[in-house]
């Protein structure tokens, strides 16, 4: 068997190069999320406790199913700081900017869902 090394010519480096250049550009503009979120909610075990605007700096804490989680809100992010379950995901998640961005500590019955803005994506499962 011959093996045969396919040459590109110069109109070929263009060609390839324009459509890298048009998929990147597509991807910038599709798929990225443009504003951040202009409130986070903070839920109890399934309903709205509090719905605070990102604009202004605060900590707050909650109480959950388990204990007390407290919850940082800072130059237009929040994120949670300490929780009272074992496991400490929703801490490890850090902070959340962008529009749908959710975070829940299951075992404290206690979420984060930041409104407004874009969303990155329509729907997260699990």
Known sequence: MVEQRIKLNRIDWFVLVLCVAF???LYVRFWKADESAQQVEILVQGEKQYILDLKQDRKITVQGKQGES?????????????????????????WQQHGG????????????????GSKLYDAINF
């Open 23 to 25: 998929i990147i550009s």
């Open 70 to 94: 407290l919850i940082e809100i800072k130059d237009g992010k929040a994120r949670f700081i300490s929780s009272s379950c074992n496991t400490s995901f929703c801490v490890r998640n850090g």
């Open 101 to 116: 961005d959710f975070v829940a500590c299951l075992p404290n019955a206690v979420s984060l869902h930041l409104a407004g």
